[in-house]
C-alpha cells in the first residue's frame, strides 16, 4: 500500500479510468488530472455501457475533491485539444460527484419530451447504407460533425445519399416534412441541447424527441411544445 499517487493516465477513451480503478485500492491517496465529461453527461445514467455506470462505484464513490479545469483553458496550457479536465482528489470519498451532471431546466424540458413520445432513434432506420435509399429522406450519422452539432448545418449533406458505415435515414412524406426536420436538427435550441447531452463520439438520438415534422419548426412552435421561457431563450440565443 502506497501513501500516495501523483499521477496523469493516458486520456484514451476510458483508459484514464481503468488505469485509476487500478491505482485507488493500493493508495491512501490519489492526486490525478484526466477528463471530467465521464461525470458532467447529464443523460449518462441513461445511457447503456456509459463509463458513469461502469466505473461510479470504483473511482467516483471514492472522490474526495475536484477541480474543473475548462477545456479553453486546458487547451491553452497543455496545448491539447480536448474536453474539461479535473484535477481530482481521491481516497476516501464523499464528494458529491452527481451534482456535476445535473440538468439544466432546458436539457431536462427537452429529455422529458423523450418519455412517452417517440424519437430520432425510433424513427431511423438501423443502418441506413443497408436499408432502402429511395423516396424523400434524411441522412444523420452516428457520429458527431463538428463543433458537436447533431448534423451538418449543409441541407445537401442532409438529403444526399451516402454509402457509409453508421449513417441512419428517416423518411419522410413530403418535402416540407424534410425541411422542418432539418430546421429542427440545426437550430440553436438542439444545438444548445446536443453540447449539453454528447459527452462521447457517438450522437445520443433515443434522447432527441420527435416533434411535428408537418409544421414549422420555428421558434414559436418549440417554444409551445418544450414549455420554453423568455429567459430561457436567452440562454439558448447565447450558444
Same mark, same amino acid.
Given at each position: 500500500?502506497? =501513501?500516495?499517487?501523483? *499521477?496523469?493516465?493516458?486520456?484514451?477513451?476510458? !483508459?484514464? %479510468?481503468?488505469?485509476?480503478?487500478?491505482?485507488?485500492?493500493?493508495?491512501?491517496?490519489?492526486?490525478?488530472?484526466?477528463?471530467?465529461?465521464?461525470?458532467? =453527461?447529464?443523460?449518462?445514467? /441513461?445511457?447503456?455501457?456509459?463509463?458513469?455506470?461502469?466505473?461510479? =462505484?470504483? #473511482?467516483?464513490?471514492?472522490?474526495?475533491?475536484?477541480?474543473?479545469?475548462?477545456?479553453?483553458?486546458?487547451?491553452?496550457?497543455?496545448?491539447?485539444?480536448?474536453?474539461?479536465?479535473?484535477? /481530482?482528489? %481521491?481516497?476516501?470519498?464523499?464528494?458529491?460527484?452527481?451534482? !456535476?451532471?445535473?440538468?439544466?431546466?432546458?436539457?431536462?424540458?427537452?429529455?422529458?419530451?423523450?418519455?412517452?413520445?417517440?424519437?430520432? *432513434?425510433?424513427?431511423?432506420? #438501423?443502418?441506413? /447504407?443497408?436499408?432502402?435509399?429511395?423516396?424523400?429522406?434524411?441522412?444523420?450519422?452516428?457520429?458527431?460533425?463538428?463543433?458537436?452539432?447533431?448534423?451538418?448545418?449543409?441541407?445537401?449533406?442532409?438529403?444526399?445519399?451516402?454509402?457509409?458505415?453508421?449513417?441512419? !435515414?428517416?423518411?419522410?412524406?413530403?418535402?416540407?416534412?424534410?425541411?422542418?426536420?432539418?430546421?429542427? !436538427?440545426?437550430?440553436?435550441?438542439?444545438?444548445?441541447?446536443? %453540447?449539453?447531452?454528447?459527452?462521447?463520439?457517438?450522437?445520443?438520438?433515443?434522447?432527441?424527441?420527435?416533434?411535428?415534422?408537418?409544421?414549422?419548426? =420555428?421558434?414559436?412552435?418549440?417554444?409551445?411544445?418544450?414549455?420554453?421561457?423568455?429567459?430561457?431563450?436567452?440562454?439558448?440565443?447565447?450558444?
Amino acid at each position: 500500500m502506497f =501513501d500516495c499517487c501523483v *499521477m496523469n493516465p493516458p486520456y484514451e477513451k476510458s !483508459l484514464h %479510468l481503468k488505469v485509476l480503478e487500478q491505482i485507488i485500492p493500493n493508495c491512501e491517496k490519489v492526486i490525478n488530472i484526466s477528463p471530467c465529461r465521464w461525470l458532467e =453527461d447529464p443523460l449518462a445514467q /441513461y445511457k447503456k455501457n456509459s463509463d458513469y455506470c461502469k466505473f461510479e =462505484d470504483s #473511482v467516483a464513490k471514492k472522490i474526495e475533491d475536484i477541480d474543473i479545469i475548462n477545456s479553453s483553458e486546458s487547451n491553452d496550457a497543455f496545448n491539447i485539444e480536448h474536453s474539461d479536465l479535473a484535477i /481530482y482528489v %481521491l481516497g476516501k470519498g464523499g464528494y458529491n460527484y452527481k451534482k !456535476l451532471s445535473q440538468m439544466d431546466s432546458i436539457t431536462y424540458k427537452i429529455f422529458n419530451k423523450c418519455n412517452g413520445n417517440k424519437t430520432i *432513434m425510433d424513427i431511423s432506420t #438501423v443502418e441506413g /447504407y443497408r436499408g432502402k435509399h429511395d423516396g424523400i429522406f434524411g441522412m444523420i450519422t452516428s457520429h458527431r460533425n463538428d463543433n458537436d452539432k447533431f448534423i451538418s448545418e449543409k441541407y445537401d449533406m442532409f438529403t444526399t445519399y451516402r454509402e457509409t458505415h453508421g449513417n441512419k !435515414l428517416i423518411f419522410f412524406k413530403t418535402e416540407t416534412e424534410r425541411k422542418n426536420c432539418f430546421t429542427y !436538427l440545426t437550430s440553436k435550441l438542439m444545438r444548445y441541447y446536443s %453540447l449539453q447531452i454528447k459527452k462521447n463520439q457517438r450522437n445520443p438520438w433515443q434522447f432527441v424527441p420527435v416533434i411535428d415534422f408537418s409544421k414549422s419548426c =420555428d421558434k414559436k412552435y418549440l417554444t409551445e411544445f418544450f414549455g420554453l421561457t423568455e429567459s430561457e431563450w436567452k440562454k439558448i440565443e447565447r450558444v
